[in-house]
């Protein structure tokens, strides 16, 4: 399995959750924290992310930076 | 205590800021007295804040917007950074203990800190966090009366939440409480 | 171990694009219009045409586009963005211009400009972001609002008899031979957005070919205007949304039109 | 006026002046969604239903002054509500309605222009009522109330004024007025008895037929009908001008501010006589008909007239046109939806009475 | 033989009806204006509802309608007949209303008002005088003015490239479900006249059922502003008008619907 | 404006117009027929196509003025024109352009009003022009021809001004100007250079992005806008200033009147002094900017004002302003389409400098 | 053959000839006359009317008025 | 005869009614006079009646529209209705013998009575009645000079009627000779 990872601007968070619902592995939650805004925002609480995108891509404040191990890494890996 | 009394009330959309103002202002009006209450409205209120105006007078109001007020009740560190500066001289300022982490700084205010947000969770209801705030405030400033503060609950409080009066009549008295126990000789 | 060493050997697959500005968005937690204006500024970065593209944001939530999409911008009078659209093309044809608009700017106040634009073949984008619902002004009914949808002025329902029937413009506007390509999309889950991108760079394809309108709309929510979470609008856009406005294409070029 | 109120209330301006409509007797309602007026759309959704009359979200506010002109024309008591950009569309309409002398109520809830602005309270669409909008030359009749009390009552005399004389009648407030909640206490309903008009066009029944139209080929016909309008104009300038003064009697200074600055006003007044300022308060009602005379016969005896506005100044020209001369007139405005505070109107005072008087 | 004399043993078989007034038309030679002006004023008659009908008139050619059509009439702004007629309907709906508009009215400027009061299935009848050109002002090209069609205002003949293609605006608003009953009409020779006259009858039986919106467009002639005889226009209906805009029903009610 | 003529033509006025346009260099044309302007786009239509630039028959005035919106936010020299009813459903669309600062020329042709009216020539929309028809706190630059020769010229000057304010300019014209044909002489084409200015959203290469917008959510920031807007204003009113004066230096009547209209009391100047009445003439050629300066000035030494207008007395508040009771303003209009004869204007006077003078 | 005649409101007539199109007899034709308001108006040329209605059915100005023999006179004179 | 001469055309729309008044308007133009040329509009026009004042003159000119007039064309009956009274005292009235039974009535006014259809139709070519008319009216008022007058006739006919123009001529010079015919001595 491909390994990844999320970068999470928590001040732009405003924890709408649709990523949670996105993301398959359910790597995400939300957090008990609230940022300055108000908002819980999400955290990765788990670390199965495949880095597939699904929650950055509908995250509508660009608040999801997504990373994956790259091919020659990922072989490295293995 | 001043004939006029000139209230904000700030926090984010939900902590039930425009309502704390209206049940002041129709608690006012139970007691034949002069009342106005002004929101902030429309989109600005995208942004997750919300705030509003609550005059109480003895003498006819004239304007209903003002920009420097008696009293403040702040639920949230952007309104307290906004208004601080609002409050006259020998004012009143209520703040949110829960989530408020820079707390104010002015020396030449009154300024009570209550937690009224984790009293409410302790009282196993969230949503009761501005009733106790507001039993705090009234408990300074008693400027209406416990009865027309029930009375206006109902007006304000939609029927279909009318079983929660009793729960937020004990968060008034929460409120209450809280002032006397952290500052009852100190006003 | 730690997140920082982890992206040492990982590259980034996924990133706020550069053609959106840093500036906090306004809209409420969960709104379509971020997810659409992503999207969007994505494909002007893919493509690389952000210095080539002028938007006209309408009057509704999305009023402040011009505060989030890196690129040129005119902020249109209510309904009238596709004429203000139709005024920059006429005299920069060379350019990619393209319209963004509510269901209430697009379909009510807005219904002449947006039937007679595409009846003249004007060669814009439009972006039609339907969420059955005033989301600005506070939850008002739309000509897009469901049967039976309660809003702050259907709080009954809305009536069919009083309030007429829910307008399907895409429908209607894919009749029109000005129309050259009319889509329907939805950005709630990962692929529906994906399909969305897709529909975007067509658009713009054809319009630096000159092909004539083409018509994007985009079925969205409005957690705010619907009183309901964001997580409980996903459904609600399947259940309900779907069934009326139902996703795909309405009008394709013929292949070799292309 | 006078009417038997029942009923106090606690609510805001925008709902308690759509409650009046209906306790006057509205029979339809046209309007769009538009801030910081949609509460009366709103409100009317949601209780004419349950009452009488029709409401109708129209597609835009060209559409509902549209529906308005046929409902009145049909013999309806009849209303639409907007706020500034929205009024601005409805100015071809507003002038047809004019010109084919059709009663109806208008609502401009004012917000901060020009172009889209913002959303905050502001009068600067006075010279849009009171001068005219739309083309040619025809009058509104213009109320300004300055409290959630007056958003009610003006309601009624709108209605009455406009039926009285077969014009258009708006009542020009801002987003303040619109927002807040005061207390009002309400007419009766089924206070303002409403027969259908015998022009109206109901079905040509037992007599010639009526039309409504404002089309005259013939200039000489269409000057007649202008002096017609224009003679109708005067007779409701001499007969239905309302204002409220305030310490006047002995005044230096007086201010004139309608709307919700004229409570400011008030306000600064008593803050100046506490100073030992000789300051009064003229507030117009109505702003079309203009209190000419009451400013005309104060400009003779007074120092300074002192002019509040939420714009740039324009009743301002309606105040100095009053004094002619006689005594200078001062302006104070604020613009873009900020609202002026007693102490900013004192300062004001202040500075104009301190300065020397220069008859130019 | 006197013709006096002949009629003593004759009946009368046709002849103006009394719901149009004395005045003379101000319409030029021709004009299919007061063709359908007379017939509907004849539907008025023989339905004895003439004390029941109230007509709207628009801004166009046909802006004095209420000076011809004895009954009670109201006179809109340019485009706003539908909203008039709405007016009217809402506060009046046991009357029989109905709205006359010109191309230019209907389709241009009142696009949004048409769309609306249809899609809100209004219960009225909307009669649209499609005569490809703006009459009143001069002759301008209209939405539907056809292709090539030249005009005050495309001198060259109208170019879709810039001015747009014909507005079929009958053919969508048939779409919009508020629309109960849609046909195309004519009424430049007898048997065309009949079946408008006929398919008005339709439209006020269906209003007095509460049906919703019904649509009659009328293909029509402008003499003047096509710079032609009264009859040379017909040649010009035949041959270029109706293949473009062909005659007949476009949504007829389920027969049991009646 | 002094400017290489070329060609002496006799023409319409409203082709006049149009031909000065095409030569002052426009890029668009966007607008919708309506009498008595329609020859403006008949014109372009016919031209334009041959020559340069972009002209686009809108379906409504509500789409010309957008259209305009967005070509004058892209940059390019534009403008629209209407008749009184067309030009009263573009007072939105004028209140955004003005906030939003685009240059562009908007002319109407004045028809009498209100309502649909008739199509013959009048000055009823003056205050919808000079003080805002539109919502909020705004002022259009207005030029006012009084031949076909000045629909011309007007044009070049308008687009100046214009561009130089970054404000939109109108030519409030009438019916009879637009209509009749006079000798024109046109100014050279392509002696009004344009070039795009740097705000412009002609996309955003090599600099910020630019945006076109008249939003401002915050009352504080919309004040900002208008107090910017005021001073700009100011600027203009100190700056370009234009008006006509004949016969003034010993009058002791003079006569007011822009337009059409002030050719006729040209005519009635002439026919008083042959008959020995002192009497002169003002003409405002800027109705805003207004010549209040000169007036202000005159009122002092002369005896009356007597303004002429073809409407129900529009113009003459603002002359009453500036005489500011110095002198006593009369008033005598003509409405609907009639058009003022030299001879009334002088029974006009004569009626006036028999009357005692009562300084009220 | 029915039996018809047509009676024309010359001054209403505006010489359009849209009846003479319409009538199959050619009973109608224009005069040489002009009416009060300059247009050269319709007169019934030819005695073989047959009350057909269809040039008064397409007449703008409501011009004409038909009769016919009725069936009973008709019936008579046959 | 004075220096500035206003004059009223007006018949039934189609009798050339326009044009007459822009070839006055373009002769003396050509002159260098002052001139004005004021078509009546719009859907008026639709009743079937067309009328234009065209003002020539050495000064400059106030108002194009007047409603007395010192020459007055008139082509049909309801013009002469609606025109005779117009006619400024000891002014001049055309009028066109074909189409007009009624004719003028005053007595302060001169007055000619021209049979320029007839003479059109006996011309062979009915199109030219109003270049006849012309050609009376400016015998009896040389406002502008032939040689203008056929200057102006290049301007107004469309390009493609070009070659009427020795047609034109011709009609301008009958009107002249019947003016000699019938009035010779008269002025
Ligand atoms: C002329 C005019 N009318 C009304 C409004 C008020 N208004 C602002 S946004 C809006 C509708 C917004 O709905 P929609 O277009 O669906 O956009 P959304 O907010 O849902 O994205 C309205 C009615 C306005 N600004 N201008
Ligand atoms: C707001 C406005 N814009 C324009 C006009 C001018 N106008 C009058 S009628 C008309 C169009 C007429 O065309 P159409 O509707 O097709 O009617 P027709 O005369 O052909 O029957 C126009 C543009 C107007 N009166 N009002
Ligand atoms: S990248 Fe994919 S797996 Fe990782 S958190 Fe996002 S949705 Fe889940
Ligand atoms: S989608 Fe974005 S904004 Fe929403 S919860 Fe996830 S990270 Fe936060
Ligand atoms: S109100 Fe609705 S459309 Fe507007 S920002 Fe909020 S969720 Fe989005
Ligand atoms: S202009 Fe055309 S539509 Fe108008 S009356 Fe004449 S022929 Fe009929
Ligand atoms: S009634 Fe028939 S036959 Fe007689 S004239 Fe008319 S069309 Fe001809
Ligand atoms: S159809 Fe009517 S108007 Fe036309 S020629 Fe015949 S009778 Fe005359
Ligand atoms: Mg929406
Ligand atoms: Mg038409």
Not at chain 2, 49 to 65: D, G, L, Q, R, Y
Request: a negative charge; aromatic letters at 8%; hydrophobic letters at 40%.
């Amino acid at each position: 399995m491909i390994k990844g990872t999320v970068l999470i601007n928590s001040e732009n968070c405003k924890g709408c959750e649709l990523c949670i619902v996105a993301c398959s592995q359910e790597s995400l939650s939300l957090s008990q924290k609230i940022n300055l805004r108000g908002y819980r925002y999400v955290e990765l609480s788990q670390d199965n992310c495949t880095g597939c995108t699904n929650c950055a891509i509908v995250c509508p404040d660009s608040a999801i930076t997504v990373y994956r191990q790259s091919k020659q890494n990922y072989k490295k890996a293995v | 205590m001043h004939i006029t009394d000139e209230i904000i009330i700030a926090g984010f959309g939900g902590q039930g800021v425009l309502s704390m103002g209206k049940i002041l202002a129709y608690a006012a009006m139970f007691e034949n007295k002069e009342t106005s209450w002004m929101p902030s409205y429309g989109p600005e209120m995208r942004g997750g804040t919300a705030n509003c105006i609550t005059i109480i007078s003895e003498k006819k109001i004239s304007s209903p917007v003002v920009s420097k007020f008696d009293s403040a009740i702040i639920l949230n560190q952007p309104s307290l950074n906004k208004f601080e500066d609002h409050v006259k001289e020998h004012g009143f300022l209520f703040y949110e203990a829960s989530t408020i982490i820079n707390p104010p700084t002015r020396e030449d205010i009154m300024i009570y800190k209550i937690a009224a947000i984790e009293e409410a969770n302790k009282m196993g209801q969230k949503q009761i966090s501005n009733m106790i705030m507001l039993g705090a405030f009234l408990e300074i400033k008693p400027l209406v009366k416990r009865e027309s503060v029930l009375s206006a609950l109902k007006k304000v409080l939609p029927e279909r939440h009318h079983h929660l009066i009793a729960v937020n009549e004990q968060a008034l008295l929460r409120g209450k409480e809280l002032i006397e126990i952290n500052y009852h000789v100190s006003v | 171990m730690s997140q920082e060493i982890l992206l040492e050997d990982m590259q980034c697959v996924y990133q706020k694009p550069a053609t959106l500005t840093d500036d906090y968005m306004h809209y409420c937690p969960g709104c379509g219009h971020a997810v659409a204006h992503k999207i969007l500024m994505e494909v002007v970065q893919e493509m690389g045409i952000q210095e080539d593209v002028i938007g006209v944001a309408p009057v509704g939530c999305s009023v402040f586009a011009y505060n989030y999409m890196n690129i040129d911008m005119q902020e249109a009078a209510h309904g009238r963005a596709s004429a203000v659209a139709t005024g920059i093309k006429r005299v920069l044809p060379e350019k990619y211009v393209f319209s963004y608009q509510g269901d209430g700017d697009l379909a009510a106040i807005g219904t002449a400009e947006t039937i007679h634009t595409i009846n003249r073949g004007e060669n814009i984008l439009m972006v039609f972001i339907n969420n059955g619902i005033y989301g600005m002004t506070g939850g008002q009914m739309a000509p897009t609002s469901l049967f039976g949808q309660i809003t702050s002025t259907s709080p009954y329902g809305r009536d069919v008899e009083h309030n007429g029937y829910p307008l399907k413009i895409t429908e209607l506007i894919a009749h029109l031979p000005g129309a050259f390509y009319v889509t329907r999309q939805a950005v709630h889950t990962p692929n529906t957005v994906r399909k969305f991108k897709k529909a975007l760079r067509n658009a713009f394809e054809f319009q630096k070919l000159k092909k004539g309108t083409c018509f994007i709309e985009v079925v969205s929510n409005c957690p705010s205007g619907w009183k309901m979470t964001p997580k409980e609008t996903l459904t609600y856009i399947e259940e309900k949304m779907l069934p009326e406005y139902p996703l795909g294409d309405l009008k394709v070029p013929a292949q070799n039109n292309i | 006026m006078k009417m038997q109120k029942s009923e106090v209330r606690l609510m805001k301006g925008n709902e308690a002046l759509a409650e009046a409509a209906i306790r006057a007797g509205l029979d339809a309602y046209f309007g769009y969604p538009i801030t910081p007026q949609s509460e009366i759309l709103e409100y009317f959704t949601e209780q004419i239903p349950k009452r009488h009359g029709v409401v109708l979200q129209a597609e835009s506010e060209v559409a509902s002054i549209n529906m308005v002109y046929g409902a009145a024309g049909a013999g309806a008591r009849v209303m639409t509500s907007s706020s500034s950009p929205g009024m601005s569309l409805m100015q071809e309409g507003i002038s047809y309605i004019a010109a084919a002398e059709l009663p109806c109520l208008l609502v401009n809830v004012v917000r901060g222009g020009p172009g889209l602005g913002t959303i905050q309270p502001s009068q600067g669409d006075y010279f849009q009522a009171v001068k005219g909008g739309g083309h040619g030359d025809y009058r509104l009749i213009v109320l300004a109330p300055s409290s959630v009390q007056e958003m009610c009552d003006f309601v009624f005399d709108a209605f009455k004024l406009a039926e009285k004389y077969r014009n258009p009648a708006m009542i020009l407030t801002d987003g303040a007025l619109g927002q807040m909640m005061e207390k009002v206490e309400f007419p009766e309903e089924g206070s303002l008895p409403h027969q259908v008009p015998d022009w109206a066009t109901t079905g040509k029944k037992g007599r010639e037929r009526n039309f409504i139209t404002s089309l005259h080929m013939e200039p000489e016909k269409m000057e007649e009908i202008n002096l017609h309008l224009q003679k109708k104009y005067k007779v409701i300038e001499e007969n239905e001008v309302r204002f409220e003064t305030f310490e006047i009697d002995d005044a230096e200074i007086v201010l004139v501010a309608f709307g919700l600055p004229a409570r400011i006003c008030q306000k600064a007044v008593e803050l100046a006589r506490e100073k030992g300022i000789k300051a009064g308060l003229v507030r117009p009602i109505t702003l079309f008909p203009f209190p000419k005379k009451i400013l005309s016969d104060l400009s003779k005896k007074i120092d300074h007239f002192l002019v509040i506005e939420l714009n740039a100044g324009q009743m301002v020209e309606d105040v100095m046109l009053a004094a002619n001369g006689k005594c200078p007139v001062h302006f104070k405005g604020r613009m873009g939806g900020m609202i002026i505070q007693p102490e900013e109107v004192l300062e004001e005072i202040e500075k104009i009475i301190q300065q020397p008087i220069l008859q130019e």
